[in-house]
């Protein structure tokens, strides 16, 4: 942090759409943007693997919401320990429902919907999450052409509600899965190929969402030892909640590199501004 250059990005949830690591992963794959959507609406295609432009591409996470004093609020995704089975499960049990609603689903990996939706159907996406560390009533689907969804969405949650998945998560200490989160609606496209040779180095994820900060620095020692084994001149991105940072080593006049090497102050761009 002290000998590489840093170059900031603000990536607010509310603005682009998604998380920061989204963001991040976006961006690396290649995603320009889609005209009339926020970025984040090219996480549809991405997750359902369409490649090709066409019709927009909607995608349906299985979730959590709880309602409390403060709100509903959605369960952090991976926190959900969904298994492949129970997902079946779910799918099975909710299958006859959009028979005859005008919508089409279907399974793409466990705990994730792609959904057909009618053509003038609008929404304004927000990943699970991004919305995971926001207000869930802010981004609850309203918009009119999507009546249809949010009244199949409400027989899902009954349905579930009683479900024998649940009942046994709930033996389980675990979340129940009662709603779907719906995100997407940009057409496809194709991802540039480099981009899966990136590495992602997730040690502090579970605990920077949770906000579990004595378990973050408790962690921090696992991700030294893990930079360590990088080489001298790689660079990393951090990604936060609300910003990006890249951090690269700084192209130098050769005279320079005779020169003893000027420490960065770090906490310039570490520590968050008011």
């Not at 359902?48 to 709100?71: F, K, N």
């Not at 492949?84 to 919508?103: S, T």
């Not at 649940?166 to 899965?177: D, V, Y």
Request: glycine share 8%; with cysteine.
């Amino acid at each position: 942090m002290t000998r590489l250059k840093a170059v900031v990005t603000a990536c607010p949830p509310e603005e682009t759409g998604c998380s920061a690591l989204e963001f991040l992963e976006l961006s690396a794959r290649g995603y320009q943007g889609e005209s009339g959507h926020n970025y984040g609406a090219g996480l549809g295609p991405l997750r359902a693997g369409i490649t090709q432009p066409g019709d927009p591409v909607w995608v349906a996470d299985l979730c959590s919401v709880a309602v409390g004093r403060e709100g509903a609020a959605l369960a952090i995704p991976d926190s959900l320990g969904l298994d492949q089975a129970h997902a079946d499960a779910l799918f099975e049990a909710a299958q006859p429902l959009w028979n005859d609603c005008g919508i089409s689903v279907l399974p793409l990996e466990s705990g994730r919907w792609r959904v057909w939706l009618a053509p003038d159907a609008h929404l304004r996406s927000i990943s699970p999450a991004a919305v995971s560390t926001l207000s869930v009533s802010d981004w609850w689907p309203q918009e009119e052409s999507l009546k249809a969804w949010r009244k199949l969405l409400n027989e899902v949650q009954m349905l579930w509600h009683t479900h024998p998945v649940n009942e046994q998560r709930a033996a389980r200490g675990l979340e129940p899965i009662n709603s779907l989160w719906l995100y997407g609606g940009a057409s496809g496209w194709k991802p540039l190929p480099g981009a899966s040779s990136d590495q992602y180095l997730n040690t502090l994820t579970k605990s920077f969402l949770e906000n579990d900060w004595a378990t973050w620095i408790e962690q921090l020692p696992i991700l030294s030892k893990q930079l360590s084994h990088l080489p001298e001149n790689v660079s990393l991105t951090l990604a936060g909640e609300r910003r990006i940072v890249a951090l690269s080593v700084s192209q130098q006049p050769w005279w320079q590199r005779l020169m003893r090497r000027r420490k960065q102050n770090w906490t310039n761009w570490w520590i968050r501004q008011n």
